[in-house]
Nanobody, 115 residues
């Protein structure tokens, strides 16, 4: 059974930091391209950061210079280090993994940036 389980969300003040984790099981993690998405309140889900199996990284313009995506293929965990958080970063953050036609989603973790 494939599982992607996010953790590390919470409430933080503007300017603060959080580190999200996505623990995976049931897949050969090293073979998957991995992505963080988020869904702000009342808005559509959007791509935040992506890291391919070959370690190529892409970021949404809104998070460039503040967020860093990384992965540990031995532990089979995806990370998202989020610094200098802003109110507009509030939302549910989802982990997504894909390899060819196979794709899997986590259930999400809530991030709230508020003073």
């Amino acid at each position: 059974q494939v599982q992607l389980v996010e953790s590390g969300g919470g409430v933080v003040q503007p300017g603060g930091s959080l580190r999200l984790s996505c623990a995976t099981s049931g897949i050969v993690f090293a073979l998957y391209d991995m992505t963080w998405y988020r869904q702000p309140p009342g808005k559509a889900r959007e791509l935040v950061a992506r890291m391919t199996r070959r370690d190529y990284r892409t970021y949404a313009d809104s998070v460039k210079g503040r967020f860093t995506i990384s992965r540990d293929n031995d532990k089979e965990v995806l990370y998202l280090q989020m610094n200098n958080l802003k109110a507009e970063d509030t939302g549910v953050y989802y982990c997504y993994g894909n390899r060819f036609e196979q794709e899997y989603w986590g259930k999400g973790t809530q991030v709230t940036v508020s003073s």
